[in-house]
């Protein structure tokens, strides 16, 4: 089935997803006019080629994400350093879930793809099963792990023929996506599919 995407303040790069593959990329009326029958999500904001996140091993396997039945012991926001390897080291098994709900957050901040050697199995299934590319660390980090770190850094721009994999942000343009950052994220698209939508 195909699916049109367009975002309000970026109407000349909407993209027409066919599966888990991009068919099209262009004005949203060229390719509405094209393909009448093709199912149109609206969304506010623009639409990038989404993030890549250069602290995959960090915020996934050295970060523990607390379940939301824990709060009232751990807090909601992600456990780092010492406090987190002692969760782990106490129940190694409490590592995969952490990483699921790690990887939700990544989806949650418009990443598409992280970076980093990941080692752990339970992680490394974790980022698979979401469909995340891995890719190479640029070579140096820019700041302190994050899920929004700064600079962002952007995926290369959408292609026909590329795989359907972009976010959609909640901001007026790439100026303001910088300055606002990540977590204007409303909608995620990994594979043709819709992997994480704001509420």
């Known amino acids: ?30 390719l509405a006019a094209a393909h009448p029958s093709a199912r149109v999500r609206n969304w506010p904001g623009i639409l990038m080629p989404g993030l890549l996140n250069p602290y995959g091993p960090e915020l996934l396997e050295a970060t523990y994400h607390p379940d939301p039945r824990e709060a009232a012991e751990l807090g909601t926001e ?17 590592l995969g879930a952490s990483a699921r709900r790690g990887v939700q957050r990544l989806l949650a901040h418009g990443t598409v793809a992280v970076a980093g ?33 700064t600079p962002l850094v952007l995926l290369p721009p959408l292609t026909t023929g590329g795989p359907a994999r972009f976010a959609i942000f ?23 599919r819709l992997v994480y939508r704001a509420r």
């Not at 992600?78 to 409490?94: C, H, K, L, N, V």
Request: with cysteine; charged share 25%.
């Open 170 to 192: 909640d901001v007026t343009d790439r100026a303001d996506l910088v300055r606002r950052g990540a977590g204007t994220c409303v909608a995620t698209v990994i594979g043709g």
């Open 117 to 149: 050697e990941l080692r752990a199995r339970p992680v490394l299934d974790a980022v698979r099963r979401a469909g995340l590319a891995v890719g190479a660390r640029p070579p140096q980090l820019p700041g302190p792990p994050s899920l929004s770190p």
């Open 1 to 30: 089935m195909l699916t049109l995407h367009v975002a309000e303040r970026s109407p000349e790069t909407a993209v027409l997803a066919d599966g888990a593959n991009i068919a099209a990329v262009g004005p949203y009326e060229e």
């Open 78 to 94: 992600p456990i780092g350093g010492e406090r987190a390897a002692a969760i782990f080291r106490a129940d190694p098994s409490r």
